[in-house]
């Protein structure tokens, strides 16, 4: 089985500032990775995510995240950031699964979330 | 850009009672999940649905929840008889066919009195 931890459940910062989430993971098969954010009263929005390929992926709103087979990682990164970025930050985990309609992505397994807050 | 819509945003309901959280996926999606989020923990998957059929469901999903697609657009989860513990924000989300992420709806906000 999979899972997903998110090392800080809160992470303040002031507005233009570089910000880093932390999201690591463990599996015993080969994982696809995402981000979602939660802005208030709204649904998870997909940011980016890693599926193969360039271990540096790009998203929305400036968003990055690396992928790090070795640490079992996947950290979001955003050079400078906004007072608009603030909200909820979820890493999910999914694995390939096979059945009668053929290959599909299973279910996500999500960690805590962590809290980005941007202050002025 | 298609969104995935859930109804209603907020339902209060008495322990015991049975309730339906509605969901419309996006048109042209094959594949369709409910999660939910209790308050201050992790969002837990419970099931998912292809081909009329589930595909999966975890330890959650038990003989007082049920999936059904009523028709060729929406996509429902019932709980039979409702306990405390299901207070929680039910998400609806769907993928087109294949190795597409999954899109989410705005939630549905369960409260059991």
């Known amino acids: 089985a999979q899972s997903v931890t998110q090392l800080d459940s809160q992470v303040p910062v002031f507005e233009e500032a570089p910000v880093e989430l932390r999201c690591n993971y463990s599996?015993?098969?080969?994982?696809?990775l995402f981000w979602y954010v939660q802005y208030p009263n709204q649904g998870l929005q997909l940011l980016l995510k890693?599926?193969?390929?360039?271990?540096l992926v790009k998203g929305i709103n400036g968003f990055e995240a690396e992928f790090n087979k070795s640490q079992t990682s996947f950290h979001l990164r955003k050079p400078s950031v906004h007072i608009s970025d603030t909200a909820e930050y979820f890493c999910a985990v999914t694995i390939l699964t096979s059945n009668a309609g053929g290959t599909s992505y299973g279910k996500l397994t999500f960690g805590q979330g962590t809290i980005l807050t941007v202050h002025p | 850009e298609p969104e995935v819509t859930q109804t209603p945003s907020h339902q209060v309901t008495q322990m015991g009672q049975e309730v339906i959280l509605r969901c419309v996926p996006i048109s042209n999606h094959l594949y369709f999940y409910w999660y939910r989020q209790i308050l201050g923990q992790k969002v837990e998957f419970l099931v998912s649905f292809y081909n009329n059929e589930i595909s999966e469901k975890s330890e959650i999903f038990d003989d007082q929840f049920s999936v059904e697609r009523p028709d060729g657009s929406n996509f429902t989860l019932k709980i039979r008889s409702t306990k405390l513990e299901d207070s929680a924000m039910y998400f609806c989300?769907?993928?087109?066919?294949?190795?597409?992420?999954?899109?989410f709806g705005d939630g549905t906000r369960l409260s059991i009195l």
């Open positions: 989300a769907s993928s087109v066919w294949g190795r597409q992420p999954q899109h």
């Open positions: 890693y599926l193969s390929g360039s271990t």
């Open positions: 599996s015993s098969v080969s994982v696809y």
